[in-house]
Structure formats: structure tokens, C-alpha cells
């Protein structure tokens, strides 16, 4: 008695002899589909063009949105650069407010603030007191990267002037160049919670946070 192969025996016969349609041609014609365009029966062939026109649509979706990514990345260098000279030019006697004012300006942060906690560095008063200081300090030496997302319960919303407003926080540790340990928390918030999410790219914030450490550490 003869047995009909199952599906999946007759997938791998195929993959095994790819050749197999070439041997036989009149079946490929013989083989019919059902297209999900309107649902319509269409030969093999039509359904094969019809995948590879869906996944050149993909392809260039994909190139689009790939672009579009490279030119907001690049405007965002540009911003970074253009900021850093702005730093440097300035050599304020207050370099915490040069960050701040600099970072609303550029890159059009709605509100910021920061704090620091190594009284060794010489700022006002302001930037070394806060009610949730040691909560900050925390965060900041288990946060290895910024933190990007909602700003309920997070150290250093208290910090921003309109605080009440604000839905998402990026939170960026402090540190000396080359250095584990923070030295303060750089936060800028936004009452936008799509502003700054978990998913994220961190990338340009580590960036921010580097050239801030440096400007308001004074190395």
C-alpha cells in the first residue's frame, strides 16, 4: 500500500531537489494560488511577482524611513557641535547655567535642570542642595546609560521649574571623563510623555551628558 506524503515531507523533498520544477515546467503552470488581492485565483508565477512586488514596497519603506533617520542624526550632530562652541565660547564664571540655558536653546528642551553632589566642584549654592539629592545620587550609580521615560517618582523632577506639567524625563548621570562614578544629574523634561521613552536611542544624550560633565566640572 502506498502512502501520500504530508506536506511537510513534500517541502523537504523540495528543498532537497531544488531542480525539481526545472525537470518538470508543465506543473508550475498547472499550480494555482489565491492572491490577497481580492482574493482571486492566479497562476505560480503571478503569485510569485506579486511577493517580490510587496517586498520591493518593503524595501522601499524601509529606505525611506532609513533616511529620514540619517537626516534627523545628522541634525542632531550638527546641534551638538554647534552647542559645544557655544560652551566653549562662553567660559562662564557659572557654567551650570551655560549648560541649562544652552540646552533649552538648541535643542529646544522645554524645561532643565541639574544638580551635583561633589562639593569639591565650584558652583552656587542652588546646584548642590535639593530635597531628593540622595535619590538622585542613587540613580545616578546604577543608571550606566540615561535614563529615558515617564517622570512619576523620579529624583530630580522637583528640580524643573514647572514640574507639575512635566509627563518625561531623560536623566543623565554626570561624570568625569574616563570615570565610573557620578558627580551630578543633568534632567530634562518635557510635558510631551512620547518625548522621551524607554525605547529610545540614548546615543546623542550620553553625547550631552559628556560635554556637560566636562563644561561644568571644568575638565
Known amino acids: 500500500m502506498t502512502t501520500t506524503p504530508d506536506a511537510h515531507a513534500v517541502a523537504l523533498y523540495l528543498e532537497d531537489h531544488p531542480n525539481f520544477f526545472e525537470d518538470h515546467p508543465d506543473l508550475i503552470a498547472s499550480f494555482k494560488l489565491t492572491t490577497s488581492l481580492g482574493g482571486r485565483t492566479v497562476s505560480l508565477q503571478e503569485r510569485q511577482v506579486e511577493v517580490l512586488r510587496e517586498k520591493i514596497r518593503n524595501l522601499e519603506l524601509q529606505l525611506v524611513n532609513q533616511s529620514r533617520y540619517a537626516k534627523d542624526n545628522d541634525g542632531i550632530m550638527v546641534k551638538i557641535h554647534e552647542w559645544t562652541l557655544k560652551l566653549l565660547a562662553a567660559r562662564s564664571e557659572q557654567p551650570a547655567d ?8 538648541f535643542f529646544q528642551v522645554p524645561a532643565a535642570s541639574l544638580r551635583v553632589w561633589d562639593s569639591s566642584i565650584d558652583l ?15 540613580l545616578a550609580a546604577q543608571q550606566a546609560t540615561p535614563y529615558c521615560g515617564p517622570s512619576a517618582n523620579k529624583p530630580g523632577l522637583e528640580w524643573l521649574s514647572n514640574s507639575a ?13 574616563g570615570s565610573t562614578e557620578s558627580f551630578g544629574l543633568l534632567v ?21 551628558g559628556e560635554i556637560a560633565s566636562a563644561t561644568v566640572h571644568g575638565q
Open 98 to 105: 551655560s549648560v541649562l540655558d544652552t540646552l533649552i536653546d
Open 124 to 138: 552656587d549654592k542652588k546646584w548642590h542642595e535639593a530635597p531628593d539629592l540622595d535619590a538622585a545620587k542613587t
Open 165 to 177: 506639567a512635566i509627563q518625561s524625563l531623560a536623566l543623565i548621570p554626570l561624570r568625569v571623563p
Open 188 to 208: 530634562l523634561g518635557s510635558p510631551d510623555p512620547a518625548r522621551f521613552t524607554a525605547d529610545m536611542d540614548t546615543h546623542f544624550l550620553r553625547q550631552i
